[in-house]
Nanobody, 124 residues
């Protein structure tokens, strides 16, 4: 089992930047594909970005391509999401998740472990 704890959320103005992190403990972090999801009020949780076990493969939802960057440090058991050029529509609770599926995993049902989430609010 993997325990995931997000941090780094907050309030930022539109056009600004924010970085969120996810610290993992438990089983070997490098054995899991990792992803970021988000959920806005009244909406379903949606895929944002994912990264393969080695970090060699990444994938993004179209709405964040070119603005967000997912990365991982397997030595530090930590997942990151750098968010630039933020928009009010990026406002949501951001969750990190771990999957035992190999590769870049974008399907929410393939994730087994979830963090508690961190709030990101972008003001206009």
């Amino acid at each position: 089992q993997v325990q995931l704890v997000e941090s780094g959320g907050g309030l930022v103005q539109a056009g600004g930047s924010l970085s969120v992190s996810c610290a993992a403990s438990g089983r070997t972090f490098s054995g899991y594909a990792m992803g970021w999801f988000r959920q806005a009020p009244g909406k379903e949780r949606e895929f944002v970005a994912a990264i393969s076990q080695s970090g060699g493969s990444t994938c993004y939802v179209d709405s964040v391509k070119g603005r967000f960057t997912i990365s991982r440090d397997n030595a530090k058991n930590t997942l990151y999401l750098q968010m630039n050029s933020l928009k009010p529509e990026d406002t949501a609770v951001y969750y990190c998740a771990g999957s035992r599926v190999w590769g870049c995993v974008s399907y929410i049902r393939q994730y087994d472990y979830w963090g508690q989430g961190t709030q990101v609010t972008v003001s206009s």
